[in-house]
């Protein structure tokens, strides 16, 4: 087994290099889309001021394009190299969505990312728009392959653990496709995307209005932007409440770690809008409830529980004696005794094997185990509440946060009086960090609320691990955070000069601080 | 030092007319795919499971060998 130090190192590293990855993703994803509707309307309209928005705001596009591409490789490369028992597990499935969202990702989106920018003289208006639309559609198809890979980590179907090979295999292409968890999971990502590329076009045209600089340019910007930006905002928090669903169907344990819900309350369950978890005590300190949202969001009914952690630990108790019947079959079938007895015994317990493998950590001889062993690997089946608690709130808040920004945006657009509302500029300016917040602290939610599994309920994270040397992973942690974070400082670098710049970079002569502009332009 | 020759003339001619972006984003894809091999060559260039696949006897051993004396179970650390 590896020591807790590399297992912990190898989770540090994953979670740090996943975290930097998402700072460029969400606003590649959304940003590409609002190219397209800026270009549409330029092909609509003809007016050059929408091709000059498709052209500027697709600079910081491919700024942030360039700076994010390949970021996620190093994931790649630590699977094999850290999680070397994860990679074997679960390689015949996970390997199939990664290669394709490869292929996606090399192929179709960078080939269209560098058409957008080289092909504005060598392609018709139309020409160039279809061109825009694929580098939107190459975005968003690759992340729906990661997030279909993700998702089954979060919900594994469509698979089976074969004792010969010691493997989970594929058994449905469909129901790895077609995992709920996956469409819930994508569409909020997206959307969430959306909103981070809506909230930086606004807090930057909110810049430029603030200053009096690029005036048409910028209204044009934020009034895109917070039309966009309310549909997304929207999006998010109804595709939310879906997501919240989907978990309260598969994922039991986030879901009641996520409300802090130690007991089964009678249904509908109260939401928990806030409080001081006390995992000790397993109860919530000082909590304020509102009734019968919980039910309503996590079993959309009125009569169905959702399921409290001490349940869920009485639960996670039998199958762990399930588990450790598994556990034994399975080294009988390894050992060679294949009897049919044997492994009748195990397909009827195998579902469970996950739950026995959770005792390696605590009995050196699994089918051995005490009640004080299977007790401690009970406790270990649940997360930390208190940070995904807290993340999954200060999630929400930065969502209500935003939706009243754009609500705001909108409405004041609608009215043409943007300009007059200083304080609005100032919020939009602001709050432009909050997306970003609110995705990190969503990934935050998702994936550690996921231990102590890295695919649930299948295989725990402390037997997913290499045995590696901590000392090489100290030195590959510093190497990451040393890369990305100088990759962070020259994007902040580049988008502020090219911010700074405004469309005046594009050298049309129509802007603040080219020669010729208009005082006002 | 030598002449250069027409393609290579046509290539500086082409890099000194390129917008100051295209040629930032040039030296910074540069930098990142040096760094990033870099990484991967002191770090990741021959990792346990290549292709996703470990021998079977060590996935039995990791899985299903019982934890040996020397190698105590964190229950008991």
């Given at each position: 087994m590896p020591s807790a130090d590399v297992v912990e190192l190898s989770r540090l590293q994953f979670g740090l290099t996943a975290l930097y990855h998402f700072l460029f993703v969400p606003l590649t994803l959304g940003l590409s889309w609002l190219l397209v509707i800026m270009e549409s309307v330029y092909v609509m309209t003809g007016k050059p001021v929408y091709k000059d928005m498709t052209q500027f705001w697709g600079k910081l596009f491919g700024i942030n394009f360039a700076m994010g591409v390949t970021t996620g490789i190093t994931l790649e490369f630590q699977f094999g190299t850290n999680w070397a028992y994860y990679s074997h597990y679960v390689g015949d499935i996970f390997g199939t969505p990664l290669a394709i969202e490869g292929l996606v990702a090399f192929f179709l989106e960078s080939t269209f990312v560098g058409l957008f920018f080289f092909g504005w003289e060598r392609l018709s208006k139309v020409g160039h728009l279809a061109v825009t639309f694929l580098v939107a559609f190459g975005s968003s198809l690759s992340a729906l392959w990661i997030l279909i890979a993700n998702a089954w980590m979060q919900n594994p179907v469509g698979a089976e653990f074969n004792p010969d090979t010691m493997r989970m295999e594929l058994t449905s292409v469909s129901e790895l496709i077609f995992n709920p968890v996956a469409q819930v999971k994508f569409v909020h990502t997206a959307a969430a995307g959306y909103v981070t590329a809506a909230s930086f076009v606004l807090g930057v045209s909110s810049w430029y209005l603030l200053r009096r600089k690029n005036v048409g340019f910028a209204l044009r910007s934020f009034a895109i932007a917070a039309g966009f930006g309310l549909a997304s905002t929207l999006s998010v928090i109804v595709l939310g409440d879906e997501s919240g669903y989907a978990t309260g169907e598969s994922q039991k344990v986030k879901l009641a770690v996520i409300e802090a819900e130690w007991e089964t309350q009678k249904p509908p369950a109260s939401f928990t809008v806030f409080g001081f978890p006390n995992q000790e005590a397993e109860r919530t300190d000082y909590a304020i409830r509102i009734p019968y949202l919980m039910g309503i969001i996590a079993t959309r009914s009125f009569d169905q529980p959702v399921m409290g952690i001490k349940d869920l630990k009485a639960d996670h108790q039998k199958r762990i004696e399930n588990g450790m019947i598994a556990y034994g079959a399975l080294q009988e079938l390894r050992s060679g005794e294949q009897s049919q007895k044997t492994r009748e015994l195990f397909e009827n317990q195998k579902r469970d094997l996950g739950y026995g493998l959770l005792l390696k950590k605590f009995a050196p001889r699994v089918v051995d185990a005490t009640p004080a062993q299977i007790h401690q690997a009970v406790e270990e089946s649940i997360p930390r509440v208190a940070p995904i608690f807290w993340s999954f709130r200060i999630m929400v808040?930065?969502?209500?946060?935003?939706?009243?920004?754009?609500?705001?945006?909108?409405?004041?657009?609608?009215?043409?009086?943007?300009?007059?509302?200083?304080?609005?500029?100032?919020?939009?300016?602001w709050t432009m960090p909050l997306p970003w917040i609110a995705a990190e602290l969503g990934w935050i939610v998702a994936e550690y609320g996921r231990q102590p599994w890295t695919i649930s309920e299948i295989l725990p994270t402390h037997l997913s691990a290499s045995s590696l040397d901590p000392a090489q992973v100290y030195f590959s942690l510093a190497g990451f955070f040393t890369f990305y974070t100088v990759l962070l400082i020259i994007e902040v670098w580049l988008m502020l000069k090219y911010i700074k710049l405004g469309p005046a970079s594009l050298g049309t002569g129509r802007y603040h601080g080219e020669s010729g502009a208009p005082a006002k332009a | 030092m030598a002449a250069l020759t027409f393609r290579q003339r046509r290539w500086r001619s082409a890099w000194s007319r390129s917008s100051p972006l295209a040629r930032e984003i040039t030296w910074v894809l540069i930098l990142k795919f040096l760094l990033l091999w870099m990484i991967w060559w002191a770090f990741f260039s021959d990792p346990p499971a290549r292709h996703m696949q470990l021998e079977l006897s060590q996935v039995e051993h990791r899985l299903l060998i019982p934890a040996s004396p020397a190698e105590p179970a964190h229950a008991e650390r």
């Open positions: 808040g930065c969502g209500l946060t935003l939706l009243l920004l754009f609500v705001l945006a909108f409405y004041y657009c609608a009215r043409r009086s943007v300009i007059e509302r200083v304080w609005l500029l100032r919020f939009a300016l | -």
